[in-house]
Each structure stands twice: as C-alpha cells, then as structure tokens.
C-alpha cells in the first residue's frame, strides 16, 4: 500500500487509467499522484480495477478521494483505506456508488462515516426502516412520539434516509437486488419517513390525540416501485376519537397532514427528502386535504371519474393509524372493482392516454427521450396492465396486485396476456425502470428524462453493463425496448378475459354476458353481441371439435384483436370452421400448428379479399403453415396443371387441331367439357390467389413478386380458357381449327403487373393455316375469342378475370381479332404515337409459340422505333399526357391521392419510362421491356436516367402499387384512390402497408409523390 509510483511508471500509469476507462487519465494520474503526496500511499491495484469497473472511473475517483479526505479529517481513513484494500466487496459497492452517484458522494463527503453500511457482511443498516427512522428523530418505535426539537429532527431524518439509501444503492449497483426489490425497498423506505415526519408533525400539534390520521400511499409508493426519487402520492383518512368533535378532530388532523407533509418536503440543510403529492385525493387540490371514511366513501361511490379508480388500485396504507387505514382498505376495494361496469369505462381510460401523450407533446418537444410518458414508456406499461386489472380483477381476486411487475406475471399466468408479450414487457419495463433509477441516481433529483450528453449517456451505458460502445449500445437499446412496449402496448390495451370469453356457453361460465360485452368492447369488436353469438356457436356442445374450439378460441380472439377487423375475422372464422369443422386435419391443425391459427386471424381480420377466397376454397388454409407453402408457384408447374385439367374434359379419339395438343371430340351431347374444365383452372385460380394474397399480407412477397405472380396465374388461366374455348368450337364444328390464334397481353398484363383487381388487357391475333380459307379462319378465330370470354366471364365463386380487348386497332370499332397481315398493314399506314406507346407493354403470352414470336418481331419496329421517335411525337406523347391528367381523373376526388393518375402516381412514373423506351431502346437493348421498373434500371444503366431520379421514381411507383394492392385486400374492391372517408377501411389499409398510424401513410405517399413529380417535371416534361 506504501509503494510509491516513480516518474518512469507514470506514462504506463496514464495508459492503465485510459485503459481502465478513464475519460481524462492525465487529470487521474495527477489526482492519485497529489493524494500519494499528502498520504504516503496509493492505491492498490484491486482498486484502480474496481475504478475502471465503474460507469464514470473519473467521477468515482473524485468521489473516492473527497470522501478519503474527509475521513482523514475524522481519524476514520485509515479503516476506510484497509476495507478498500481487504475487503473486495466493499471496495465494489463504495467504487460502485460513486462512479454513479454524485449526490451520494456528496453526501459520504459529509457524513464519512456512513461508508460502513458498504461493507462486506451489511447487507443494510440494522434494523426496520421503519424503527430506524424514528429512532433518528427521537420518537420511539412502540409509540412514535418524538422527543427531539423540530428542525434537528427534520435534519436526522433526512441523514438517516440517506444513510439507507446508500446502502440499497450499494446492493442495487452491482446486482445484488433486482429492479422489483429496489423499488419495493424504496417504498418501504419512503413509508417509514412518512411515519417519521408524522412523528415530527405530532410534536407541532399538541392535540393530535383528538383524532387519528392514516396516510394511504397511492402511485408507486402504494404499489411498492418506488424511484429513488419521486414525488410519494398520498391520500388521508380521518376519524375523531371516542367523545371528540368530528369537525373539530378534522381540523386537527389536517393541521397533522399538512406538517407531515412539510416535515419531508421543506429543504433544510440536508436538503429535502421528496415532494407529499396529495393531490389524488378526492377533488384533487380542490378538495379537503382530510376526509372521514364516510366522506370517501361517497365520493367515490358517487362522483369519483375513471381514472380516480385506476390511481386506486395501488392504494396502500402506509403511516398512521393501521386500524383506519384498513378500514379504509375494506371500504375502497369494492368500489374500485365495480368500476369497468361503467359503460364508457373502457373509453375513458383510452381517451386520458391519448391526452396525457397529445399533452406531452404539447409541453415538451422531448418527447422521445420521456422514459415515463413518452412513446413506448412506462406509462405504455402501466396503463395496459392497470386496465386488463381493472376488466378482469372483478371476477379474478388472483389479478389485484397493485405492483405492475407482479400483476403482468398474474395476468399472464390467467391467459389474459400472451406469455411472449408478458416477457417482453417485463423485459422492457425492469429496464426503463433500472435506466430511471440510474438517471435520478446521479444528482438525486426528479427526472424521468433520457439526457442527451455524451457522457451522461456513456455513464448511463456502462452503469448498465455495456463497455463496448456503450453510447451506441444503450441508444439501440433503449429504442429496442420502447418499440417493443408501444407495439404490445397497441396490441394489448384493453384485452379482455380470452379464456372467459370463449367458454361462456359452458356451464361453469364465470361471465355475464353482459361483463362478456364490456370485455369484447375492449377488445376492439365492434358488433359485442354478435361475436358472442359466434362464440356460441362455435363452442357450444359437447363434441370434440367443440373442446378444440374452445381451446382455440381464447387465444384466436385475441389475435383476431390485433388485425384491424376483429369482427369480420371472427366471422369468418365460424364460416371456414362450419365449411371445414368436421374434417379431421382442420382442427387438429389449428391446434398443433400456432402458425397457422395466427396467420388465418390476421388473414381473416385484414382482407375481405382473401376471407372470400378461402370461404370459396376453405382447404387452402392449409397453405398456411409455413413460407414455403406461400411461395407463389413457377408459371411452368400452373400451366401443366391446368392443361391437364382441360384435357382431362376433352376425350381426344385421335388426330389434332391447330389450336392445340388434341383434336375434337364428336358430338359432346350431354356434357359442358368447355365449362367444367375452366371451373377446374378457375379453382386453381383461386387457390393461388389465395397464396399470393396471403404471402402479402404477410409480407412474404415484394411488389416484382405479387405483379409477376398474378400475371402468371392470369396467363395460365387464359391459356386454359383458350385451349377448352378452341375445343368447343373444334367440337361443335366437327373440324379443327383452320387458324392459329395467339393471344397478346397489354398494358399491366403485358408488363407482368397486374394488380388484384386489374382487368386483362389484351389483343387477338389469328394466322390462317396454309390453304384454309381466310374468311372461315377469320371467323372460327373470332368464334373462339368470343367464347373464351364467354367462358371466363360464366358466374364463378372467385374474383372475376375480365378480358378486355379494347387496346386493339381502331379500339371498340375495330375487329375483334385480326390476322397478322392486317396487323402489320395497320401499323404501317395508320399508327398514331400512343399506339407505338401502348405497344411497349405488348407481350405475346399465350396460344401458337410460331405466331407469337412473328407478332412480336412485327412490333418492335414499331414501338423501337430506329433513331427513335422525332421531336413532334415526343410533343403530342406530352400534350397527351397532359390531357389526361386533366380529363380522366374523377370528378371530386383529391388528386394528389389518386395513385394511378394523381401527381406522382403510377401513370407519371410509366409515361417516363415509356418515353425514354420511345426515344432510346432502338440503341439501348436493355430498354426493350415491358417492365416498367426494368427499364428505369437500364435507363440508369445507359446514362438517360440518373440514378437518384430513378429511384425516387421507382419508390414512388412500388408504394402506389402496394397502396392499390392493399386497399383491394382489405375491401375485396379496387379503388385508385386512397381511402380517407371511412375510418376502418383507412386504418386497415394503414395496418396492412406496416404502418403505425393513417397520417404516417398519407405523410410517406405525399413526400414520395411530391418527389417524383419533381422529377416527372424535369425529364418528361423538360422543366427546367
């Protein structure tokens, strides 16, 4: 201890001290270097360790040599300094303290010898907080009577809870007591000062015998999760003694209450202790500060509002008389769990969180560095565990805990929270609780803020364990955290009962149905008495599949609660459970497989599209069971399939036809082959339908995959439409087809982006086979496009696939379909620039491969244009694009929030890629496609397109996309045009796009838009 440090050691001195932590080790190593001066001795090595193992070393060891000097001053540094050097877990807590506390080192300063509750050996100061106290202002513990002056007892109170202080931040600072018994100690400790000042305050009133007085602890000192330092709400209850006058033992105890309050919060010397909030009182600061129990209990039988209930539920007696106090306990407690009877109960306690956080905002603009009210804060916690307490602890006794941690772990152990969500609250909240303790630790002072200096938040990092980037890591910690509280926060404010709900039919239902309503209401049904009606149907009885529903219901009500309509989940629930609820795998898949009845309640809750398309197809929930099973299928494996399904309806007796793989069948009486064969593609159509639509609700499939996908579904279909159409026609003729027919998919079809509710564009062309006869070839390639949609326009349990030719030459007054010739004739005499233009989105999918590829070599002349297009073209494309921004946008509508054709929208963004197709593709191979989002990429990649222009473009054009793709989900109808009228259309939008709330999703849209129009200006238009 003696060895002294030579000035050839200091430099590797300096560099130990950085090492170990140090901020400022020059400063350090002049510190320890004066201290060795004045003392002879320096410290051990153990010692420096333990300095660095702090969260501020520079902040410990200025901490350290204060409270050196003043123990020297008092003859005490020699035992300090052998603890220091014996005692390594002395030497943890006292290092510990200081690299933390700078409150707590000021106070060891001044009371030096208050290092001893830090040893080795003193888990805490002996004896009960409670007799420690009031021993220290002189009253004794068995009658609480002071003896000692006021002021010199207000000061020895305030020594003597610091001194306890100390030691639990000892033992909380290196893990030795958890967040929940810190918290707990701290309200046991703030109970005992209460009881002291009440002692100190009996000294100021000479006829406190009058009455007797208990202090009901309410917040967290009731609850017992106390801070280090908060303002202790109380509540005080009165009555006169035996022979006294009731108004006049009010007045007595008053004065009581009143100097209580000013025996812990008035400042002396040592400070103040806290803040004796009363103002949960009833009334609040309007009302007497003291009420008889009587006059409580009217109160809130009577007048008391929602939240007054709520701040009950942690009320706790804590000083005073303990006979009233739980008198007073037996009177409240049933009033608070009759509370959520209330019929606007559930809708009070949300509407006072939305305006405690809209209040915040207001007041501060740090917001987002509250830990207590601040998005995904301890408020977040609190409020949701308090209101599932309040719903359910009226009929559940084992739910009343009035501390939030143990109320979560009852809540979930009832099945009222999910085990997950339970953890990760609780996770959640021990955290923001320790980061809480370690922000009002420091100076001792009242603050829920996160700081945003650098050294504050590194002390904050380290005090927590994180050493590597500890600034960096506590950020992304904290904000992990907070996420996951505001997301299971939202998720589960106000869940109800589950297990309850779902077994009410049974005999030994603990519910109403009217407390079943209230609990349904709170869940987010919209229709209570309908989904009990559904419950009941689905769980009443004795079968089997009756048990498993009632093992499936609690926990699918809840997640039917999490997607945006739980009552359309629901019933469609009962619907696919009636259609499938007697087929063995059905059940015992939703049971077994978690996944599946997780994803069929968000599926069911999001998308009236998908729910009608697994009512048509309920077998198809099997798919549900993994991200392989929503994989969309290759287009090759779906034409197969549904070629053979057409061939399986048309018996081939032998020869073949030009049109397809068989020749007629004679006579087909009795039958409808043409039918039955495009009911099976159009089953098929549907179940991967149903695949495609899930994989985005789930977000398993971007906006390339869902356009690339449906496209190839509606090839596929058309195809097989086209083949059962050429058979009819080959049967009903008795001769094959004199013609080859191919079918040429237009706009989104054509550019492989066809939405959920997009038509099929497309045009038909015919080739009449070698000496056939080109007026029967026109008119049996005319009859086999008029029956192919004929056949896919036949009503159908699925999503109509509507077949629209009207992008052909010469539009509606055209001919339906045309030889190749005249094609060819048209396009070199009479083809108007937009023509050249819709031709950039023409892909020869189906029918004759020969024909297609001619077709396709016919065009691209005309839509790549060699040298391109000239500059008058280039002004009627604009004039064009411009008429039609004026003239086709509905009359009424909000523009900047159409997504086809509003600013920005879908139409800007293709017209700009199309142009530079016009101008360029004839040099630019890359260009030559009919994806929109391709050519942007080769336009970037041929220098016609910057790339930062490009990708605002493509941003823009993949959210409208998605916005159209989802507003089709949810409402199973297309609309352009995003939904703004209807609340729950537009929240069930913004939940399936992945935002948390409509004005996010408006805000995204618009700034996206707003940018791409810019660049819509600026190339297609020229502007400058």
């Not at 769990?337 to 209330?342: I, L, V």
């Not at 039917?560 to 459970?577: E, W």
Request: net charge negative; charged share 30%; hydrophobic share 40%.
């Amino acid at each position: 201890m003696t060895e002294s440090w030579t000035s050839d050691r200091r430099p590797s001195l300096a560099g130990r001290l950085a090492r170990l932590g140090f901020t400022d080790a020059a400063r350090a190593e002049r510190l320890l270097a004066d201290a060795e001066r004045e003392t002879g001795s320096r410290p051990s090595d153990g010692l420096l360790d333990a300095l660095g193992g702090t969260a501020d070393p520079d902040l410990a060891l200025d901490g350290l040599l204060r409270l050196l000097a003043s123990a020297d001053e008092k003859g005490a540094g020699g035992a300090l300094r052998a603890a220091l050097a014996r005692e390594p877990g002395t030497r943890e807590r006292l290092t510990a303290v200081l690299g933390v506390s700078a409150a707590l080192g000021d106070h060891l300063a001044r009371h030096p010898g208050h290092w001893e509750v830090l040893r080795d050996g003193l888990a805490a100061p002996a004896g009960s907080p409670r007799n420690d106290l009031l021993a220290a202002v002189g009253a004794d513990p068995s009658a609480a009577e002071p003896v000692a002056g006021d002021p010199e007892a207000m000061v020895a109170l305030r020594v003597a809870y610091r001194r306890r202080l100390l030691a639990l931040a000892g033992r909380d600072l290196i893990g030795v007591a958890d967040v929940a018994e810190v918290a707990a100690e701290l309200a046991d400790l703030a109970a005992a000062a209460l009881e002291a000042g009440l002692a100190i305050a009996r000294a100021d009133v000479r006829e406190h015998g009058a009455c007797k007085l208990a202090v009901i602890g309410m917040g967290k000192c009731g609850g017992r999760e106390l801070n280090y330092v908060s303002d202790v709400d109380v509540v005080f209850v009165a009555e006169a003694c035996d022979g006294e006058d009731e108004d006049a033992a009010l007045r007595t105890a008053t004065r009581l209450a009143s100097a209580m309050m000013r025996a812990c919060s008035d400042s002396t010397e040592e400070g103040a202790l806290w803040e004796v909030d009363a103002a949960l009182r009833p009334e609040g600061k309007a009302g007497p500060l003291v009420r008889t129990l009587a006059s409580h209990r009217a109160y809130y039988e009577r007048w008391a509002k929602t939240w007054e209930f709520q701040a009950l539920l942690k009320a706790r007696p804590v000083a005073g008389d303990a006979g009233l106090g739980a008198r007073y306990m037996d009177t409240i407690t049933s009033i608070v769990w009759k509370a959520a009877e209330g019929e606007s109960f559930v809708e009070d306690v949300q509407d006072m969180r939305r305006r405690v956080e809209a209040d915040l905002g207001r007041r501060t603009a740090d917001s987002e560095r509250q830990l207590k009210l601040g998005p995904g804060g301890l408020r977040d916690v609190e409020f949701s565990v308090q209101l599932l307490q309040l719903v359910h602890g009226r009929a559940d006794e084992t739910l009343r805990s009035p501390t939030t941690l143990d109320a979560l772990a009852d809540l979930s152990q009832g099945g009222y929270v999910g085990r997950d969500d339970a953890a990760a609250l609780a996770s959640a909240y021990r955290f923001l609780r320790r980061v809480e303790h370690l922000v009002q630790l420091h100076r001792l002072r009242r603050t829920h803020l996160i700081p945003d200096d650098e050294d504050d938040l590194r002390r904050l990092g380290r005090a927590l364990g994180l050493r590597t980037g500890p600034v960096g890591e506590f950020t992304a910690l904290w904000r992990r955290h907070a996420r996951e509280v505001r997301r299971i926060h939202e998720k589960l404010f106000y869940r109800p009962l589950l297990r309850a709900v779902a077994r009410l039919p049974g005999e030994e239902a603990r519910l109403t149905p009217e407390a079943a309503r209230t609990r349904l209401e709170a869940l987010g049904y919209a229709d209570p008495a309908g989904a009990l009606r559904h419950i009941e149907a689905l769980t009443a009885g004795v079968s089997r599949r009756a048990a498993i529903q009632r093992t499936l219901l609690p926990v699918m009500l809840g997640w039917f609660a999490d997607a945006p309509g739980p009552d359309a989940g629901l019933l469609g629930f009962r619907q696919v459970s009636d259609a499938l609820g007697t087929t063995p795998w059905y059940l015992r898949l939703l049971r077994d497989e978690v996944t599946v009845a997780e994803r069929m309640a968000w599926v069911l809750g999001s998308s009236r599209y998908a729910t009608d398309l697994l009512l048509r197809a309920p077998e198809a929930v099997g798919l549900l069971g993994s991200d392989a099973d929503l994989t969309p299928r290759p287009c090759e494996v779906l034409r197969s399939e549904a070629l053979a399904a057409v061939r399986r309806h048309h018996k081939d007796p032998g020869g073949s036809g030009g049109s397809g793989e068989s020749s007629p069948r004679k006579g087909g009486e009795g039958s409808r082959p043409a039918e039955e064969a495009v009911a099976a593609v159009r089953g098929l159509r549907r179940r991967e339908l149903f695949r495609v639509s899930v994989a985005d609700l789930l977000g398993l499939a971007d906006v390339r995959t869902v356009g690339e996908t449906l496209t190839g579904i509606a090839t596929v279909t058309i195809e097989a439409a086209l083949r059962a159409a050429a058979n009819k026609i080959e049967v009903e003729s008795r001769e094959p087809l004199p013609t080859r027919i191919a079918v040429v998919a237009m706009g989104r079809f054509g550019g492989h982006e066809l939405g959920y509710g997009s038509d099929a564009d497309v045009m038909f062309v015919h080739e009449p086979l070698p000496g056939a006869d080109e007026r029967a070839a026109g008119r049996a390639a005319h009859a086999v496009a008029e029956e192919l949609r004929r056949l896919l326009a036949l009503p159908a349990p699925d999503p109509p696939l509507e077949i629209d030719p009207n992008l052909r030459p010469e539009g509606r007054q055209g001919p339906l379909v045309r030889t190749l010739a005249s094609y060819a004739a048209y396009y070199a005499r009479w083809s108007e620039p937009w023509e050249a233009q819709a031709l950039l989105r023409a892909d020869p999918l189906i029918g004759d491969a020969g024909l297609r590829d001619r077709f396709r070599a016919l065009i691209d002349p005309v839509r790549w244009p060699e040298g391109g297009i000239d500059d008058d073209a280039v002004r009627q494309i604009r004039r064009l694009k411009a008429r039609m921004e004026s003239e086709r946008l509905p009359r009424g509508v909000e523009r900047r929030l159409h997504t086809k054709l509003g600013p920005g929208g879908l139409a800007d963004v293709e017209w700009v890629a199309q142009l530079l197709q016009l101008q360029h593709a004839c040099d630019v191979p890359g260009l030559r496609t009919t994806r929109t989002l391709d050519a942007l990429d080769a336009a970037v990649g041929a220098g016609l397109l910057d790339a930062d222009d490009a990708e605002v473009l493509a941003e823009a054009w993949c959210l409208a996309t998605r916005i159209r793709g989802s507003i089709m989900l949810v409402r199973g109808r297309a609309s352009d045009l995003l939904p703004t009228d209807h609340h729950r259309e537009r929240s069930a939008v913004t939940r399936v796009l992945g935002y948390p709330g409509t004005g996010d999703l408006l805000e995204d849209y618009r700034r996206h838009t707003r940018r791409a129009r810019a660049v819509v200006d600026r190339v297609f238009y020229g502007a400058d």
